[in-house]
């Protein structure tokens, strides 16, 4: 019975000791769910990053809905960037109400910036501004990164947001000719606990077959 209680004492502190060997994840990753221009916890919302057109006001800002703007990016879904990459979006906007709209755009999020950053849009009319983002050269492969888009109606608290997800793709191999010799990996001081607390498991196994 003293031998089983020592082997799983034994076996508990070694799963402990590997657990707290384990490489961390990649740190810097912006969790979905946050408001405009925030980065909160949770999850990408139901239907996947996909769904970035929006009527209205979102769910990034306070604020009364736009309800007559429409904003769409083209094209939709989810975007792959590189470390130290940048892309364009083309933002769609649609005026679906009976007056003219003065409006302001901005964007945050991975350096995002649109041109124009003002424009008018007549009852019934469309325009495109562009929107730029680029991801910085040490941002960590992985990672799910949110870029906020806002159209907010000039003079009020009236406004329109849509989004897309980018994710920072793995860096570009290198070349054989530069490759360098990788160096063999090393094995730190936790898991070097793990294997001595494995075999101390062990030892008091045989032991008390033996007895």
């Known amino acids: 019975m003293r031998t089983a209680l020592a082997i799983f004492v034994i076996l508990a502190l070694a799963s402990l000791a590997h657990a707290q060997g384990q490489a961390p994840g990649p740190s810097g990753c912006f969790a979905p769910g946050g408001g405009f221009g925030g980065g909160g916890g949770g999850s990408p919302p139901p ?4 769904g970035n057109g929006t009527r209205g006001g979102g769910n990034f800002s306070r604020g009364e809905p736009l309800a007559d703007l429409n904003l769409t990016l083209d094209p939709p879904g989810e975007v792959t960037l590189a470390p130290g990459a940048s892309a364009s979006l083309a933002l769609v906007l649609r005026n679906d109400g009976a007056g003219a709209l003065a409006l302001n755009l901005t964007a945050r999020g991975l ?11 007549d009852a019934g ?12 050269a040490d941002a960590p492969s992985g990672c799910r990164q949110l870029v906020n888009v806002r159209a907010g109606e000039a ?4 406004s329109a ?9 793995e860096p570009a191999p290198a070349s054989p000719a530069s490759a360098s010799t990788p160096e063999p990996a090393k094995a730190s001081p ?6 001595a607390l494995v075999g101390l498991a062990g ?6 077959r033996r007895r």
């Open 47 to 50: 239907g996947g990053p996909r």
């Open 111 to 121: 350096n995002a910036t649109i041109d124009p950053a003002m424009l008018t849009l």
């Open 125 to 136: 009319a469309s325009a495109r501004a562009t929107l730029t983002f680029a991801a910085s």
């Open 155 to 158: 003079g009020t608290n009236r």
């Open 161 to 169: 947001q849509t989004r897309v997800f980018v994710v920072i793709a």
């Open 190 to 195: 936790a898991h070097g606990a793990f294997a």
């Open 203 to 208: 030892a008091a196994l045989l032991a008390g």
